[in-house]
């Protein structure tokens, strides 16, 4: 599986969004059970949900209502769209 990094988090500002199973992106973190875990892949499963993969090793699925909250670095420069 070559995936192609996850690009370190240096430029833009840091904000904290809501994100469920359509919303989340690579390099997110979101605090799970009082540990933070960065976004490396995402395999989408039956029903809308996602199986997310951490930089750690770690995975956790996502279902299609389940909300979370992730910090997300914008850069302000591109009008308010976050990086891709």
């Known amino acids: ?9 240096s430029a ?3 904000v904290s969004v809501e994100v469920d199973a359509a919303t989340i ?5 979101v ?3 009082s540990q933070v875990f960065v976004v490396g892949d995402m395999v989408a ?8 993969e951490f930089t ?3 995975s956790f699925t996502l279902r299609r209502t389940t909300v979370l909250w ?5 850069d302000p420069r591109r009008r308010g769209r976050p990086e891709a």
Do not use: C, F, L, Y
């Open 1 to 9: 599986m070559n995936r192609p990094p996850v690009r370190p988090m």
């Open 70 to 74: 992730a910090s997300r670095r914008v």
């Open 45 to 52: 499963t039956h029903g809308g949900g996602k199986r997310v």
């Open 56 to 58: 750690s090793g770690e």
């Open 25 to 29: 992106r690579r390099g997110d973190q």
């Open 31 to 33: 605090m799970i059970g």
């Open 12 to 14: 833009g500002v840091v």
